[in-house]
């Protein structure tokens, strides 16, 4: 039996926004500044503003300069100065020295934490008048009579893992508006389904995604340096990995902590958690962390294609906005104040037009895109391995971008090569004993939480693949790049099954976007399920 199929109610909004972040919630307030006679709604899928928020994050105040002028007297709750930043190149026993990038200077900014910092931008939408409705998924989309997105609909609650309504059933609504800001942040379920529907992505290139891992410590009296922005290039990735670390210095003896890896990597044996752990250890970065403990945990993907990838960000009745469209700047390491900026020329052009269209070549003619289009040769680059990549870094900042190529993006999920092919990294490893133990450990510092009796959320859409050729081609990566241990493979008499431990996913959508085969669709769950992060 499946859940009654009733009429829905229906709520009327004159902008639904879907995403707490600082996209969503800069939009938000925008709109209301100037419209407040409009009615807007935000909607977010973790069961308070913030819960699902995870950056590094050193954040550009520009943005929130325009938006809330005088902020600086109540800021949010953790917002330290940036004092120094530090670029060392790590190999597998020592540290040296590297110059700062003219993009990661940090003079002027703030170490926050993001998730602290949207609820603190939650604060100030409802203050204006924005209707915020956390704990409430937006799972499909509503269209309206001529084929446009005219709102969304909110998933079920209390639907059973086969299907039928248990004794909490509670119909999700629609919530319709002329206007729909998809501010989901990367890999947005319902942001890929319209990017396919309306063909937005038909003259970019293939979107790209990093892996983020984080955590934050408490460190023993006196080794935290509040302000001290750090940076890592090197081991434990091989030349080949593009990536690298960040330590941030917070107050009252915390430090950020996390680890960064493209998913183009190619070795089908890689595990981004185990290298995040591995980091760690290194001689470089123990010594900061031993004597500590850690306080929460968590992952997310990161938009990394940039210029080229950026689809269509207009469609009718609908606008992509901050890493739903993909306007992070990777070189910068930072893509809040590009979210805020996005969102809140996305208010601007509702406010004047009240429709979507001439939305993108508006973003295109601004300086999201113009700070885009500088540095759009300098992630690719390092296809070539990290020292060509360096050298080529170096070259297209010199020149401002102002060469005529642009270098072209690939997907992800093509990268990986067969396990017949590869020959195994020698990546001098070593023995753990710093938490976590491994990553079902790890999970409970993400407070991640989904009923165990509930439709999975992680459709996978060609079983026999993940059993047969998965195994043969690839080893089953999804146990390795998955930092949650959601999939496993289970040795039974009839050979192995694929076990999905989808309560302990959090949300990151690695999965979706690293299988080689695509067979692995994420889409979301019931609303306020997943990761509760603190203070990520």
Same mark, same amino acid.
């Not at 509503?142 to 609650?157: P, Q, S, Y």
């Not at 955590?215 to 340096?225: D, F, M, P, T, Y």
């Not at 996978?460 to 081609?473: Q, Y």
């Not at 999965?511 to 990520?536: F, T």
């Given at each position: 039996?499946?859940?009654?199929a009733?009429?829905?109610?229906?709520?009327?909004?004159?902008?639904v926004?879907?995403?707490?972040g600082?996209?969503?919630?800069?939009?938000?307030?925008?709109?209301?500044? &100037?419209?407040?006679? /409009?009615?807007?709604?935000?909607? !977010?899928?973790?069961?308070?503003?913030? *819960?699902?928020?995870?950056?590094?994050?050193?954040?550009?105040?520009?943005?929130?300069?325009?938006?809330?002028?005088?902020?600086r007297?109540?800021?949010?709750?953790?917002?330290?100065?940036?004092?120094?930043? #530090?670029?060392?190149?790590l190999?597998?026993?020592?540290?040296?020295?590297?110059?700062?990038?003219?993009?990661?200077?940090?003079?002027? %900014?703030?170490?926050?934490?993001?998730?602290?910092?949207?609820? /603190?931008?939650?604060?100030?939408?409802?203050?204006?008048?924005?209707?915020?409705?956390?704990? +409430?998924?937006?799972?499909g989309?509503?269209?309206?009579?001529?084929?446009?997105?005219?709102?969304?609909?909110?998933?079920?609650?209390?639907?059973?893992?086969?299907?039928?309504?248990?004794?909490?059933?509670?119909?999700?609504?629609?919530?319709?508006?002329?206007?729909?800001?998809?501010?989901?942040?990367?890999?947005?379920?319902?942001?890929?389904q319209?990017?396919?529907?309306?063909?937005?992505?038909?003259?970019?290139?293939?979107q790209?995604?990093?892996?983020?891992?984080k955590?934050?410590?408490?460190?023993?009296?006196?080794?935290?340096?509040p302000?001290?922005?750090?940076?890592? &290039?090197?081991?434990?990735?091989?030349?080949?990995?593009?990536g690298?670390? +960040?330590?941030?210095?917070?107050?009252?003896? #915390?430090?950020a902590?996390g680890?960064?890896?493209?998913?183009?990597?190619?070795?089908?044996? +890689?595990?981004?958690?185990?290298?995040?752990?591995?980091?760690?250890?290194?001689?470089?970065?123990r010594?900061?962390?031993?004597?500590?403990?850690?306080?929460?945990?968590?992952?997310? *993907?990161?938009?990394e294609?940039?210029?080229?990838? &950026?689809?269509?960000?207009?469609?009718?009745?609908?606008?992509?906005?901050?890493?739903?469209?993909?306007?992070?700047?990777?070189?910068?390491?930072?893509?809040t104040?590009?979210?805020?900026?996005?969102?809140?020329?996305?208010?601007?052009?509702?406010?004047?037009?009240?429709?979507?269209?001439?939305?993108?070549?508006?973003?295109? %003619?601004?300086?999201?895109?113009?700070?885009?289009?500088?540095?759009?040769?300098?992630?690719?680059?390092?296809?070539?391995?990290? /020292?060509?990549? &360096?050298?080529?870094?170096?070259?297209?900042?010199?020149?401002?971008?102002?060469?005529?190529?642009?270098?072209?993006?690939?997907?992800?999920?093509?990268?990986?090569?067969?396990?017949? !092919?590869?020959?195994?990294?020698?990546?001098?490893?070593?023995?753990?004993?710093?938490?976590?133990?491994?990553?079902? *450990?790890?999970?409970?510092?993400?407070?991640?939480?989904?009923?165990?009796?509930?439709?999975?959320?992680?459709q996978?859409?060609?079983?026999?693949?993940?059993?047969?050729?998965?195994?043969?081609?690839f080893?089953?990566?999804?146990?390795?790049f998955?930092?949650?241990?959601?999939y496993?493979?289970i040795?039974?008499?009839?050979?192995?099954?694929?076990?999905?431990?989808?309560?302990?996913?959090?949300?990151?959508?690695t999965?979706?976007?690293?299988?080689?085969?695509?067979?692995?669709?994420?889409?979301?769950? !019931?609303?306020?399920?997943?990761?509760?992060?603190?203070?990520?």
């Open positions: 039996m499946n859940a009654p009733e009429p829905r109610e229906v709520m009327a909004y004159d902008v926004i879907v995403g707490a600082p996209a969503g919630l800069a939009c938000a307030i925008r709109l209301k500044q &100037l419209r407040e006679e /409009w009615s807007v709604a935000v909607i !977010e899928k973790g069961a308070e503003v913030g *819960a699902h928020i995870l950056s590094g994050a050193v954040i550009e105040p520009g943005p929130l300069d325009q938006l809330l002028p005088g902020w007297d109540d800021p949010p709750a953790i917002c330290v100065p940036v004092t120094r930043d #530090r670029l060392w190149y190999t597998a026993t020592g540290k040296r020295w590297f110059p700062t990038p003219p993009q990661q200077r940090n003079h002027g %900014n703030f170490i926050v934490s993001l998730g602290s910092t949207c609820q /603190w931008l939650a604060g100030h939408a409802e203050a204006a008048g924005v209707d915020i409705f956390p704990g +409430f998924a937006a799972a989309v509503h269209f309206a009579e001529g084929g446009e997105v005219g709102g969304v609909i909110i998933g079920d609650m209390g639907v059973a893992s086969d299907g039928s309504p248990k004794d909490t059933f509670t119909q999700g609504i629609e919530i319709h508006a002329p206007l729909t800001m998809l501010a989901e942040g990367c890999r947005g379920h319902l942001s890929k319209l990017i396919r529907r309306f063909e937005l992505d038909a003259d970019a290139d293939p790209t995604y990093g892996i983020g891992i955590e934050l410590w408490r460190v023993a009296e006196g080794k935290c340096s302000g001290l922005v750090q940076h890592t &290039l090197g081991w434990p990735l091989d030349p080949s990995t593009y690298g670390s +960040f330590i941030y210095h917070l107050e009252g003896d #915390r430090v902590i680890f960064v890896c493209a998913l183009d990597y190619r070795d089908p044996e +890689f595990s981004p958690f185990e290298a995040f752990q591995q980091f760690k250890h290194h001689p470089a970065i010594p900061l962390l031993e004597g500590g403990e850690i306080l929460s945990g968590g992952a997310r *993907a990161i938009v294609g940039g210029y080229q990838s &950026l689809p269509r960000v207009e469609m009718p009745g609908a606008m992509l906005i901050g890493d739903a469209a993909g306007t992070l700047n990777v070189p910068k390491v930072k893509g104040h590009q979210a805020m900026r996005s969102g809140m020329l996305a208010a601007e052009h509702a406010a004047e037009h009240g429709t979507a269209e001439g939305f993108d070549e508006r973003l295109r %003619n601004s300086e999201v895109m113009a700070e885009l289009r500088r540095v759009r040769n300098i992630r690719p680059g390092f296809r070539r391995g990290l /020292w060509k990549g &360096l050298a080529n870094a170096a070259l297209e900042t010199v020149t401002g971008g102002r060469r005529q190529r642009t270098l072209p993006n690939h997907a992800d999920h093509t990268a990986l090569e067969r396990v017949s !092919e590869h020959a195994a990294a020698q990546r001098a490893w070593r023995e753990r004993d710093l938490p976590p133990r491994d990553r079902l *450990a790890w999970v409970y510092f993400a407070a991640t939480e989904h009923d165990e009796d509930q439709p999975v959320h992680l996978i859409l060609d079983p026999e693949v993940c059993t047969t050729r998965c195994g043969v081609e080893n089953h990566p999804c146990t390795r998955c930092p949650a241990n959601v496993e493979m040795e039974e008499e009839h050979g192995l099954r694929l076990q999905i431990n989808a309560a302990n996913c959090v949300h990151c959508k999965c979706d976007i690293k299988d080689p085969y695509q067979v692995i669709n994420w889409v979301a769950p !019931e609303g306020g399920s997943g990761p509760n992060y603190q203070n990520l």
